[in-house]
């Protein structure tokens, strides 16, 4: 039996507490046995295993993605499709995930499990308060996150 993975993160690499837990995921799955691929959007470049690992490279100013976090990104869209394609994964497991408008239509048809490490999907500074004040914010996108400046 195959067994097959594709595991998804905005970053594979040293980072905080979500890339040290992916790092560790993507090597126990490995060295359990599993057929273990990676598709990122950055990544530091000794970490990968060329014919396992995709990365989408993040290109242009980092204002822009902010705002491809809430909007179609065909090109990541279109890369994954052909990653998955290429795979045919078992299952997928997501991580952080900023771009969910260009990757979740992506995996459609496929296995999709996700642990949740921030709250990037609700929140666009992630923090889940208002960066004017420092209040609570009751999450979620709208007028409220420039009222706040937190755009």
């Not at 905080?16 to 992916?22: L, R, Y």
């Not at 179609?72 to 771009?99: A, C, G, M, S």
Request: glycine share 6%; aromatic share 10%.
């Amino acid at each position: 039996m195959r067994n097959r993975v594709l595991l998804i993160h905005n970053h594979y690499g040293s980072g905080g507490g979500a890339e040290t837990h992916f790092h560790s995921l993507v090597h126990a799955l490995r060295e359990s046995g599993y057929d273990t691929y990676i598709f990122a959007l950055s990544a530091n470049v000794n970490d990968l295993i060329p014919e396992h690992d995709y990365v989408y490279w993040k290109k242009g100013r980092p204002a822009l993605w902010k705002l491809w976090r809430y909007v179609f990104h065909p090109n990541i869209y279109l890369t994954l499709r052909k990653v998955v394609k290429t795979i045919q994964p078992d299952w997928i497991h997501l991580h952080v995930v900023e771009q969910p408008l260009s990757i979740l239509p992506a995996l459609r048809d496929q296995i999709v499990v996700q642990s949740v490490h921030t709250a990037g999907s609700v929140c666009l500074t992630s923090l889940l308060t208002h960066k004017d004040d420092l209040q609570p914010c009751e999450g979620g996108v709208g007028l409220k996150c420039l009222m706040h400046r937190c755009v």
